[in-house]
């Protein structure tokens, strides 16, 4: 019989949660949620902000490669914005896009159940769809009005194209092109 602090089992054939996706998903998980508990969440997500509107010029800039363009248009806008979360093992989706505005649902989150209480890594959802939807098309408001981070079975985003009276009243983050409104 082993001692209680002796097994002779090898370390590598354990069972153990930990792979690289679960690792980056907890560390993130982890870091917004001591910066929310330090600085609070409004800063906590202006800190996150920076993080994905850099990664949403990057995303941006690949796909438009990709597709050889140098500007993506209002329908492909819509498909990156959907194309990329599916890369990332997120289940968005169009739920209505018009000239005005693109609405997506979403019934799981990338970060998985890592996102639930830290409202502030949704701010990566709204920078990168911000970016990209400014840098091409001008001007974005992305307004998070359902997300699962918050409690909600899943997410519900509205990316508004024009500075109209509907983007105007909405709760969200303005972006213009090569800027943001902080």
Do not use: H
């Amino acid at each position: 019989m082993n001692s209680p602090l002796e097994s002779k089992m090898p370390v590598k054939n354990l069972t153990i949660p930990l792979e690289r996706d679960i690792f980056l998903r907890t560390l993130i998980q982890e870091l917004a949620g001591t910066l929310q508990d330090v600085v609070g969440l409004e800063e906590a997500s202006g800190f996150i902000s920076v993080v994905g509107q850099n990664m949403g010029k990057q995303i941006d800039q690949d796909y438009k490669t990709a597709l050889k363009v140098s500007q993506l248009t209002p329908e492909q806008v819509a498909e990156v914005l959907v194309d990329l979360k599916k890369r990332i093992q997120g289940d968005f989706y169009i739920i209505e896009q018009t000239d005005d505005k693109i609405v997506l649902g979403n019934n799981a989150c990338p970060f998985g159940d890592k996102v639930i209480d830290r409202p502030a890594m949704c701010m990566m959802t709204s920078n990168v769809f911000g970016s990209i939807a400014a840098d091409n098309l001008g001007y974005a408001k992305v307004e998070l009005k359902e997300t699962i981070a918050m409690g909600a079975s899943g997410c519900r985003v509205v990316v508004y194209l024009q500075p109209n009276a509907e983007a105007e009243a909405s709760q969200g983050r303005k972006y213009f092109k090569g800027e943001e409104d902080w």
